[in-house]
């Protein structure tokens, strides 16, 4: 179907009915089959009277948040047309997102400037997790759209640090037609902001007693979209090493923080009844942090578990800068290279510092500076101090590009996580090293709410449509397009082992 541009202007012209309630409204966001479905049947124009002011695709983990995700499900499908509605419990993002965007391309060589149209005002909505929403991010940054979608996240998980971060909240949301309208209605109007991507390579010398390899909760292969192991054939491999990559929206965390969610991870496997909903797995949280001794004085004092005995802090603070090694302070027993100002629940661990600079001085977190900020903590009683008003974490750094470095240490082994996904990492017996490379990759649109806590470099103030470009420096340039790419619409799959029901 082709629709001419004489028409075209009248149609995106029209007037539409701005209630929340009614078909009227519904027209805002519905797509006709056709543009969505290759060889679907052609539908009239009578049938579509107007452009779409905010056409959508929506992604849900229908296991999700206990019989949310698939309440959200039923009720999206009700309102909106159920090709445009999608369980990714079903299907892929990546195999969803590629044959759409075939089809659009193809109705735009046939000159079907409708679909033009829908193709330049979509926007997605992901509902699930932090680890979900970490997903649908990773495949739109993989796929290089030339308009990327910007993406709405609806807080489904336990943490909901990345919706919190861009004022979606964080409790889990209504399933009736009229929540789901009114969360519609916020979409429409939310603006556009850039966000960075981080990649993380880890690489470890073959070991010669035991393996060194991730071990995932109940020493299950961990979710592939968060981290995977590349192949011997890969471009990164290096012969005689184990190679690891993955990649990051919010935050990547060693130590405390991660032990206590990985018990957290390890726990709901072993009795799925007991995590129902958001306030149950929570309370089972703050347990396990108190069961782990975190809190106790014994464990504050003791150094085995202190990050400085077992690993070594390079950084390059700006992009063309050198490596330097910077100095852990001797008591943290928790990192957090963080990219977003929520973490935990909706805490800042950097806070926020003047926004002016002086001699070295910190400044303001910014979600789309290319910079990562490294905050460090002690024990469980350190980070209540996020509780306070002006509360923060030990700040460390801000810094383009991290790298640690670990080596044998009186413990053989520490814990790490990815947006909520964590793993046991052994550490070296002998006098190999384990590293961990973080570093700034590229950045995708995500949308914010006017009470978005999250500043762009651009326009601290305010949630901004006009974020940084994204990078594409020097010294990235001679890196393979393997290495480019955040791990999502080749590399970044769930396998079909894995139970998406485990995924936050």
Same mark, same amino acid.
């Given at each position: 179907?082709?629709?001419?541009?004489?028409?075209?202007?009248?149609?995106?012209?029209g007037?539409?009915?701005h209630?929340?309630s009614?078909?009227?409204?519904?027209?805002?966001?519905?797509i006709?089959?056709?543009v969505?479905?290759?060889?679907?049947?052609?539908?009239?124009?009578?049938?579509?009277?107007?452009?779409?002011?905010?056409?959508?695709?929506?992604?849900?983990?229908?296991?999700?948040?206990?019989?949310?995700?698939?309440?959200?499900?039923?009720?999206y499908?009700?309102?909106?047309?159920?090709t445009?509605?999608?369980?990714?419990?079903?299907?892929?993002?990546?195999?969803?997102?590629?044959?759409?965007?075939?089809?659009?391309?193809?109705?735009?060589?046939?000159?079907d400037?409708?679909?033009?149209?829908?193709?330049?005002?979509?926007r997605?909505?992901?509902?699930?997790?932090?680890?979900?929403?970490g997903?649908?991010?990773?495949v739109?940054? =993989?796929?290089?759209?030339?308009?990327?979608?910007?993406i709405?996240?609806?807080?489904?998980?336990?943490?909901?640090?990345?919706?919190?971060?861009?004022?979606?909240?964080?409790?889990?949301p209504g399933?009736?037609?009229?929540?789901?309208?009114?969360?519609?209605?916020?979409?429409?109007?939310?603006?556009?902001?850039?966000?960075d991507?981080?990649h993380?390579?880890?690489?470890?010398k073959?070991?010669?007693?035991?393996?060194?390899?991730?071990?995932?909760?109940?020493?299950?292969?961990?979710?592939?979209?968060?981290?995977?192991r590349?192949?011997?054939?890969?471009? #990164?491999?290096?012969?005689?090493?184990?190679t690891?990559?993955g990649?990051?929206?919010?935050?990547?965390?060693?130590?405390m =923080?991660?032990?206590?969610s990985y018990?957290?991870?390890?726990?709901?496997?072993?009795h799925?009844?007991?995590?129902?909903?958001q306030?149950?797995?929570?309370?089972?949280?703050?347990?396990?942090?108190?069961?782990?001794?975190w809190?106790?004085?014994?464990?504050?004092?003791?150094s085995?578990?202190?990050?400085n005995?077992?690993?070594?802090? #390079?950084?390059?603070k700006?992009?063309?800068?050198?490596?330097?090694?910077?100095q852990?302070?001797?008591s943290?027993?928790?990192?957090?290279?963080?990219?977003?100002?929520?973490?935990?629940?909706?805490f800042?661990?950097w806070g926020?510092p003047?926004?002016r600079?002086?001699?070295?001085e910190f400044?303001?977190?910014?979600?789309?500076?290319?910079?990562?900020?490294?905050?460090?903590?002690?024990?469980?009683?350190?980070?209540?101090?996020l509780?306070?008003?002006?509360?923060?974490?030990?700040?460390?750094t801000?810094?383009?590009?991290i790298?640690?470095?670990?080596?044998?240490?009186?413990?053989?082994?520490?814990?790490?996580r990815i947006?909520g996904?964590?793993?046991?990492?052994?550490?070296?017996?002998?006098?190999?090293?384990? #590293?961990?490379?973080?570093?700034?990759?590229r950045?995708?649109?995500?949308?914010?709410?006017?009470?978005?806590?999250?500043?762009?470099?651009?326009?601290?103030?305010?949630?901004?449509?006009?974020?940084?470009d994204?990078?594409?420096? =020097?010294?990235?340039?001679?890196?393979?397009?393997?290495?480019r790419?955040?791990?999502?619409?080749?590399?970044?799959?769930?396998?079909?082992?894995?139970?998406?029901?485990?995924?936050?």
């Amino acid at each position: 179907m082709v629709i001419g541009s004489h028409l075209l202007g009248s149609i995106v012209g029209g007037k539409m009915a701005h209630s929340n309630s009614g078909e009227d409204f519904l027209k805002n966001f519905k797509i006709p089959k056709y543009v969505l479905v290759p060889k679907s049947e052609s539908e009239s124009v009578p049938n579509v009277p107007v452009v779409p002011e905010c056409p959508v695709l929506v992604f849900i983990n229908s296991r999700s948040g206990g019989q949310l995700g698939g309440d959200l499900l039923v009720t999206y499908r009700s309102l909106l047309n159920e090709t445009q509605v999608f369980d990714l419990g079903e299907e892929t993002p990546d195999k969803v997102l590629s044959r759409i965007y075939a089809n659009l391309e193809k109705l735009k060589q046939n000159g079907d400037e409708f679909a033009t149209k829908i193709q330049e005002k979509l926007r997605i909505i992901v509902a699930g997790g932090d680890g979900t929403a970490g997903w649908l991010l990773g495949v739109v940054s =993989d796929l290089k759209l030339s308009h990327s979608p910007p993406i709405a996240t609806v807080p489904l998980g336990t943490g909901n640090n990345l919706p919190f971060a861009f004022g979606w909240g964080k409790k889990n949301p209504g399933t009736d037609p009229q929540s789901v309208k009114s969360f519609m209605n916020e979409v429409k109007k939310a603006k556009e902001m850039k966000i960075d991507s981080w990649h993380l390579l880890m690489r470890m010398k073959t070991p010669k007693d035991g393996p060194l390899d991730p071990i995932a909760p109940l020493e299950l292969p961990h979710s592939l979209h968060a981290f995977g192991r590349v192949s011997d054939t890969n471009e #990164m491999s290096v012969e005689g090493c184990h190679t690891f990559r993955g990649g990051f929206w919010n935050y990547f965390s060693m130590g405390m =923080d991660a032990q206590v969610s990985y018990a957290f991870h390890t726990e709901r496997k072993l009795h799925p009844e007991k995590f129902k909903n958001q306030f149950s797995n929570q309370s089972t949280y703050a347990k396990i942090t108190r069961s782990q001794g975190w809190f106790s004085s014994s464990l504050s004092q003791s150094s085995s578990r202190n990050i400085n005995q077992f690993a070594k802090l #390079m950084i390059m603070k700006n992009h063309g800068g050198h490596w330097e090694e910077l100095q852990i302070p001797p008591s943290i027993k928790s990192i957090v290279c963080l990219n977003l100002p929520s973490f935990s629940g909706g805490f800042n661990p950097w806070g926020m510092p003047s926004r002016r600079r002086h001699n070295g001085e910190f400044t303001p977190p910014y979600v789309d500076d290319g910079r990562i900020e490294v905050v460090g903590f002690r024990d469980a009683w350190h980070g209540l101090v996020l509780l306070a008003p002006k509360g923060h974490g030990t700040r460390l750094t801000q810094a383009h590009r991290i790298r640690f470095l670990f080596h044998k240490g009186a413990i053989d082994h520490t814990y790490m996580r990815i947006d909520g996904e964590p793993w046991k990492q052994p550490l070296p017996v002998d006098d190999e090293t384990v #590293m961990v490379e973080i570093s700034h990759l590229r950045q995708v649109n995500i949308l914010a709410t006017h009470g978005c806590r999250s500043k762009s470099i651009n326009n601290p103030v305010s949630p901004s449509s006009h974020g940084a470009d994204e990078e594409d420096s =020097d010294e990235e340039a001679h890196e393979s397009a393997e290495y480019r790419k955040f791990g999502a619409a080749d590399t970044f799959k769930l396998p079909e082992e894995i139970d998406i029901s485990q995924l936050s």
